[in-house]
């Protein structure tokens, strides 16, 4: 059983910047991590995601704006997030799984997300 917390999220303006935590236990490096987001009425899409190797993936719609890292001793994956735009208003989800689940939504461990808002 992995327990998630994420923080970090909040109000910025376009063009502005947020780093996201998640704060997992016991422990994460074992595990493939995500990190996604949902709007109302959408459904949730796959933001970014980390191997246990370190190894990233994005979603086209944040490349180059979006990075993921994760510290295994702090049991921690952060997402820092710059240049944002109005569309990336969501709710921000972090996921885990012993299995790469990529950027899908078939993650077993999910924290209870943490808001961002992105005014224009």
């Known amino acids: 059983q992995v327990q998630l917390v994420e923080s970090g999220g909040g109000s910025v303006q376009a063009g502005g910047s947020l780093r996201l935590s998640c704060a997992a236990s016991?422990?994460?490096?074992?595990?493939?991590m995500g990190w996604f987001r949902q709007s109302p009425g959408k459904e949730r899409e796959g933001v970014a995601t980390?191997?246990?190797?370190?190894?990233?993936r994005y979603a086209d719609s944040v490349k180059g704006r979006f990075t993921l890292s994760k510290d295994n001793a702090k049991n921690t994956a952060y997402l820092q997030m710059n240049s944002l735009k109005p569309e990336d208003t969501a709710m921000y989800y972090c996921a885990a799984d012993r299995v790469d689940y990529g950027l899908n939504t078939g993650y077993d461990y999910w924290g209870q997300g943490t808001q961002v808002t992105v005014s224009s």
């Open positions: 016991p422990y994460i490096y074992s595990h493939y």
């Open positions: 980390i191997d246990i190797w370190g190894s990233t």
